[in-house]
């Protein structure tokens, strides 16, 4: 499929699922953090600088994003799972609107889960890991900011995000930066190969 990245706009904010596009495209989702670089990846992926608001108050946006690429797919940016949408009482629980959406939206192609390559996953990073190796979805795990550590040592930091999550190996992990734009195609690959082809 030939994708013209140029012609992308951002569609809609959504609260809840009645709001969610009617027509069926397949879509690529960014889960993660709030602050792990979300709507910096879209942007970059896009050649976009402010597409996706970058850098708002941390889980202030509740908000599920969608962005529609040349008429066939959409990114949606999913609220941060972490500070004021999870909540302390709801710690063991994915937020609402992100487990509505990934628990009831069909037309999913590929689920990009975001991680920051310098930490060891939080308890979220963990069930929302869980969540998607017992779904059917296809995912992929990115660590983020790698420009942050030392190339000689991204394997290293990989290797502990897959121990940490206890992922077998034919899980992908693909490191990226955002700023220094590392391993971007990559990532679009990963996202090629789930769409349908036309
Ligand atoms: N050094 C570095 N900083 C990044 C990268 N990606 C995001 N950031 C920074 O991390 C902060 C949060 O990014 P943002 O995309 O808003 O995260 P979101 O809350 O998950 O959408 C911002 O200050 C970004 O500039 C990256 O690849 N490298
Ligand atoms: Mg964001």
């Known amino acids: 499929m030939k994708i013209n990245i140029h012609n992308t706009k951002f569609l809609l904010s959504a609260v809840n699922k009645n709001q969610f596009p009617k027509d069926n495209l397949p879509e690529v989702v960014f889960v993660g953090r709030s602050n792990v670089g979300k709507s910096s ?27 529609n690429i040349d008429n066939k797919l959409y990114f949606v940016d999913l609220p941060g799972y972490s500070f004021s949408v999870m909540g302390k009482e709801k710690s063991q629980k994915i937020s609402k609107s992100i487990d509505s959406y ?51 040592k991204i394997p290293d930091y990989c290797k502990v995000i897959q ?5 077998p190996p034919e899980v992908d992990i693909i490191p990226i930066s955002s700023t220094k734009k590392n ?12 769409l349908p082809e036309d």
């Open 41 to 67: 990846i879209l942007n970059a992926l896009l050649n976009r600088k402010n597409l996706a608001y970058v850098g708002s108050t941390p889980g202030k946006t509740q908000q599920i994003n969608f962005f």
């Open 102 to 152: 990934l628990t009831t939206r069909e037309n999913i192609s590929l689920v990009i889960m975001l991680v920051d390559i310098r930490h060891k996953p939080s308890n979220d990073d963990k069930l929302m890991y869980d969540y998607l190796i017992n779904s059917n979805l296809n995912f992929i795990i990115v660590p983020t900011k790698a420009d942050k550590v030392a190339i000689t």
């Open 163 to 167: 121990d940490e999550l206890n992922c």
């Open 183 to 194: 391993n971007l195609e990559t990532i679009w690959q990963a996202i090629l190969e789930t």
